[in-house]
Nanobody, 114 residues
Framework: QVQLQESGPGLVKPSQTLSLTCTVSGGSITTSYSIWRWIRQPPGKGLEWMGTIAYDGSTYYSPSLKMRTSISRDTSKNQFSLQLISVTPEDTAVYYC??????WGQGTQVTVFS
């Protein structure tokens, strides 16, 4: 059974970069046709897909976040990561990593405040 776990700072200051890592166990991020996602949920709002990295390393981003988002991976650690630059308080949310077959991490709260 695939398990995902998000990690990273819970507090980020405005204009700084938010960096999160998702560690995957029970499966490989390079398994053919596997897809790995970052999703967030701001307080009182719905889920927002941020971006995806596929098994071959190709990436896809939400048009609304594309200019600020980067997703990368470390296959030796079976991890993929999210970077969101120039954060504002509107980026405060619970951030989740997930795959395409419904496995999700527990989520990590990130708050942007000065």
């Amino acid at each position: 059974q695939v398990q995902l776990q998000e990690s990273g700072p819970g507090l980020v200051k405005p204009s700084q970069t938010l960096s999160l890592t998702c560690t995957v166990s029970g499966g490989s991020i390079t398994t053919s046709y596997s897809i790995w996602r970052w999703i967030r949920q701001p307080p009182g709002k719905g889920l927002e897909w941020m971006g995806t990295i596929a098994y071959d390393g190709s990436t896809y981003y939400s048009p609304s976040l594309k200019m600020r988002t980067s997703i990368s991976r470390d296959t030796s650690k079976n991890q993929f990561s999210l970077q969101l630059i120039s954060v504002t308080p509107e980026d405060t949310a619970v951030y989740y990593c997930a795959n395409q077959v419904g496995s999700w991490g527990q989520g990590t709260q990130v708050t942007v405040f000065s």
